[in-house]
């Protein structure tokens, strides 16, 4: 309401004319959702601000989402953090789906050898990221072949975890 604004309720008196003003301020909304990059919907739009005057600060942030890393905004994203503008803003967070990959060296009974422990050589990596390995020399052991379940000593990671593991005969 005006200042000197007639009451919005209330009952005429008087012969003086009485004047009801109101006041509008312009106003925006803001809301943010986080996405895949191939558009999968991790968390469904969430309301930051709902018609709040325009000028008002808005903050957003970064979640983690299992077997996802936060890659970049979207293409046409509000800043994570700005004012209310007039109309709506939408925040929008972009993931990649990530993948591990380990390595390890056993002997020909599946033990492993000293040195030779589970070592993650790619972890929470984007999938497509490219990895390589590389063959050990253990003394007293040479190297004989890739386990059946071993992942290649090369290539690329994958949404699903990937065990390299090089196999050692004494």
């Known amino acids: 309401m005006a200042p000197g ?3 919005r309720e209330g009952k005429v008196e008087g012969t003086d004319d009485q004047h009801v003003v109101y006041v509008y301020s312009k106003a925006g909304s803001v809301d943010v959702k986080y996405i895949t990059t191939d558009g999968k919907v991790l ?4 309301s930051v601000k709902e018609n709040a005057p325009v000028g008002e600060d808005y903050t957003t942030e970064k979640k983690s989402f299992d ?6 905004m979207g293409e046409f994203s509000a800043d994570a953090t700005g004012q209310v503008e007039e109309g709506t803003k939408h925040v929008v967070y972009v993931y990649a789906k990530t993948g591990n990959v380990d390595v390890k060296y056993v002997d020909t009974e599946g033990k492993e050898l000293p040195g030779g422990e589970l070592t993650p050589v790619k972890t929470d990596e984007e999938v497509g990221t ?3 390995t ?6 007293g052991y040479h190297f004989v072949k890739m ?5 290649p000593a090369a290539g690329v990671v994958t949404a699903k975890d990937q065990h ?3 196999v050692y005969e004494k």
């Not at 590389?134 to 003394?139: G, L, P, S, Y």
């Open 134 to 139: 590389t063959q050990k020399t253990f003394d």
């Open 5 to 7: 604004s007639a009451s």
């Open 130 to 132: 490219e990895y390589r």
């Open 67 to 72: 077997g996802y890393k936060f890659k970049r």
């Open 147 to 151: 386990d059946n379940a071993s992942a």
């Open 43 to 46: 968390e469904d739009v969430t």
């Open 164 to 166: 390299v593991i090089y």
